[in-house]
């Protein structure tokens, strides 16, 4: 029977649904990873000070720990996973609505204790978000899914990250923050019209749920795989923002540069996800693992010549796109290493694991930039080393996770 387009159940329902939700994702993930490290630079801070603020988003790390409870518990009469993204919805969008009333010539600790409840508040949801997309997408939608998913989470990084940088330059503090409390209501509301299918309840409890997850054959090995497959690439991006401070950029300059960024990122996650859905998941995730070794790269470009905007957008445009591609390929693996039972567990444990790259990207990228720029003299041979060097871990990533050939089981 033929569905009508907005149905959960037909292929663009399903895709609208969780455009909503991940673009509520990358809302508050973009103002953290992009607005919070532009603001601490302006404000004086060390790129070592901006790696250790990220120390603040250890809940998307350690998620995985109460993952499982998220997995087994919720509200039959609200829905197995809309019992856990609607009330952290709310509660994403009071916290980031009660910056509007801080001070912000003295609003960084409030700051920092914002990034703290927000990255608590929208890991837990996104631990829900990956369950239900797990459980709505059929193998064949999975590739286009997540195209779909890492698309929606960089639009809302958009509107998080570079976005808010522009509209703090003009409107100031408190319209943009009660704005981006709002627009994370608006994006609620497909959810909440939304009317899950029931699900019976497992009698596997949360810690069981969990020690399968890792004693499964093969996801140690494909764990690893994660890391080594995005380590690369984090440590590169770990320092962008703050070279764009250094390369003597003003806020509304970046937060545009970031909406470029964005916007590219939102069209390689669209094609990377088309084409992982007509390619093998290995040719796709080495293929697009190459071709964002080489956005790395081309970050050298501002630091080695003299660094003209436009070069510089087309940098960020180049290492965007590529970059999304890879991460779509990726993301459609993972799915595939999830048992349909206990999707958002297991999602949410590959995630947790790619967040380890992320953050040793993020927490090393600093100290590395800084000892390189001492080291070489300046900032200029300091960036391009460090680049380089964020290069071959990216080659070396996209070359082992295709050399590997063990794939969790998911029966």
């Known amino acids: 029977m033929l ?6 159940r037909s292929e663009a329902g399903k895709l609208t649904l969780l455009a909503s939700l991940y673009i509520s994702q990358g809302l508050p993930y973009g103002f953290l990873t992009q607005a919070v490290p532009t603001l601490l630079r302006q404000q004086g801070a060390s790129l070592t000070q901006i790696g250790d603020a990220s120390l603040l988003m250890l809940p998307w790390l350690l998620k995985f720990l109460w993952a499982p409870t998220v997995d087994r518990t919720w509200s039959a009469s609200v829905g197995r996973r809309r019992s856990w993204i609607l009330p952290l919805q709310a509660l994403t969008a009071l916290t980031l609505g009660s910056l509007a009333l801080a ?21 837990t949801q996104d631990i829900a978000t990956d369950g239900l997309a797990v459980s709505l997408l059929t193998e064949r939608e999975r590739g286009l899914g997540n195209g779909v998913q890492v698309a929606g989470y960089r639009l809302g990084m958009v509107i998080g990250g570079g976005a808010l940088l522009v509209v703090f330059s003009r409107v100031g503090w408190s319209a943009s923050f009660l704005a981006m409390a709002g627009l994370l209501v608006l994006a609620t509301l497909p959810t909440l019209v939304w009317r899950e299918p029931t699900h019976d309840e497992t009698a596997e409890g ?22 080594v497959y995005k380590v ?23 937060g545009w540069l970031g909406a470029a960024d964005s916007g590219a990122s939102l069209m390689g996650a669209l094609t990377g996800g088309w084409l992982t859905g007509r390619m093998t998941r290995r040719r796709a995730l080495v293929g697009f693992g190459l071709l964002q070794a080489t956005g790395v790269l081309a970050w050298v470009l501002p ?17 965007g796109f590529v970059g999304s591609m890879a991460t779509a390929a990726l993301f459609t693996a993972m799915m595939d290493a999830c048992r349909p039972s206990s ?4 999602y949410t444990v590959q995630a947790s694991v790619v967040l380890v790259a992320g953050f040793l990207g993020a927490a090393l990228g600093g100290r590395t930039a800084d000892a390189l720029i001492a080291v070489l003299g300046g900032n200029g041979p ?16 996209a070359l082992v996770i295709g050399a590997v050939r063990t794939r969790p089981v998911t029966a």
């Open 343 to 346: 999707g958002g567990t297991d």
């Open 103 to 123: 001070d912000p010539t003295n609003a960084i600790p409030l700051l920092l204790g914002v990034t703290w409840l927000t990255a608590l508040f929208s890991s």
């Open 303 to 319: 630091v080695v010549a003299s660094p003209t905007l436009s070069t510089i957008a087309a940098v960020k445009v180049y290492d």
């Open 206 to 227: 949360p810690a069981e749920t969990l020690r399968q997850v890792f004693t499964r054959p093969g996801m140690p090995t494909w764990l690893g795989l994660l890391v």
């Open 232 to 254: 690369g690439e984090q440590l590169g991006g770990a320092v962008t923002k703050p070279m764009l401070v250094d390369l003597h950029l003003d806020l509304e300059t970046i």
């Open 382 to 397: 300091g960036y391009a080393a460090h680049f380089a060097l964020a290069t071959a871990l990216t080659i070396v990533g």
């Open 3 to 8: 569905q009508p387009w907005w149905s959960p």
